[in-house]
């Protein structure tokens, strides 16, 4: 089934290519512009998307047409992330954590508990003095950074233990993203990282090849996986967010009013997107307890947070370029302490 599923995205992406080198797409004068997420119709992301769809047709209707590709039907986060890079697709979703196996300052979003609160992760995000200099810097990588979505707060959830400390996760299987940071958080809690992609968790759980994951509640509901992990656990490691990236010379070669527009429909999407996600994160909460029941426990988080630190050290040392941009987010952070 998997497999089926697998040859099925990659001939789609074949096509994709051979279509994106002909010009053949469909309608003749109008340019396709082609989007791939991971995630199901109903997930905000999709909604934020249909939104900028209707946004670009709107205001450039006579130009182009915008697809949106849910549920992994182009390929996992990495395949769609290297059909934008080659410009088979134009645009994908991919979480941050994925990315930073692409360009490696990317790896700052994804240390854990690197904000102090969710007020001051959005204040970060917002802040195009902070981020600018990472989303614009990977031209040689194929692809620019064009907006952020909210992808709220990751906990643990297993099958059949509640996590309270890190000491329960030792000798557990915990399904991570593909990102040597997520992978080294995992050893310093003491789990046994097992990184694979998002598409293939609910299998792995059902089966028993893992014990559990880790991330948001629409997880639970969304994607099925809390038909089978019934314990959920606030530690709050990380608030990893969603981008938004873009082929880099489909982008770069826009007409300047139509770039604009375009920019406009990226701020589109990131407002729709944070609207939405509040109530879908209640709504999925309330599903998981009250129709899957999935338990909900919020350990005390100091001990996750001290076994960490030693991440934020070593990922730092190996990567300097990141530094000030680790600063600035200690200064918002500041900020929101005490
Ligand atoms: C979240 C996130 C996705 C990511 C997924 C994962 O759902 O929004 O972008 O792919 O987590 O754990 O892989």
């Not at 952020?148 to 297993?158: C, E, I, K, P, V």
């Not at 509640?162 to 050893?187: C, F, Y």
Request: with cysteine; net charge negative; charged share 25%.
């Amino acid at each position: 089934m998997k497999c089926a599923k697998k040859i099925l995205a990659l001939s789609f992406a074949a096509l994709l290519s051979l279509t994106a080198l002909t010009g053949c797409g469909g309608s003749e004068s109008k340019r396709i512009v082609r989007i791939g997420h991971n995630q199901s119709m109903e997930h905000p992301t999709h909604i934020a998307l249909s939104a900028f769809e209707e946004f670009i047709e709107e205001n450039l209707g006579d130009k182009y047409d915008v697809e949106v590709y849910p549920s992994e039907l182009l390929g996992s986060q990495t395949d769609m992330v290297q059909l934008t890079q080659t410009g088979a697709i134009d645009f994908c979703v991919a979480s941050n954590a994925i990315l930073e196996t692409f360009s490696k300052n990317y790896e700052i979003f994804n240390l854990p508990y690197l904000f102090v609160n969710a007020d001051a992760y959005h204040e970060v995000m917002d802040n195009e003095e902070i981020t600018d200099q990472l989303f614009k810097s990977t031209e040689k990588a194929g692809f620019e950074a064009v907006t952020w979505l909210d992808a709220g707060t990751r906990n643990f959830y297993t099958v059949n233990k509640q996590i309270e400390s890190p000491a329960d996760l030792k000798g557990l299987k915990i399904r991570v993203q593909q990102s040597p940071t997520n992978v080294e958080m995992m050893r310093l809690l003491g789990g046994s990282a097992t990184p694979m992609g998002f598409g293939e968790v609910y299998t792995a759980l059902q089966s028993n090849i893992i014990d559990g994951a880790e991330n948001n509640e629409l997880a639970l509901t969304d994607n099925g996986h809390g038909e089978v992990c019934k314990y959920y656990s606030y530690d709050m490691h990380q608030m990893v967010p969603d981008i938004l990236i873009g082929n880099y010379n489909f982008l770069n070669e826009l007409p300047e009013s139509d770039r604009e527009i375009f920019e406009e429909g990226f701020k589109l999407i990131n407002q729709v997107e944070r609207e939405e996600w509040t109530s879908a994160v209640e709504a999925a909460k309330k599903r998981a307890e009250e129709e899957m029941g999935v338990n909900f426990f919020y350990p005390d988080q100091a001990p996750f947070v001290e076994a960490c630190q030693p991440l934020h050290e070593s990922v730092l040392a190996g990567n300097p370029d990141i530094v000030p941009i680790y600063d600035a987010i200690q200064e918002v952070n500041a900020k929101y302490s005490e």
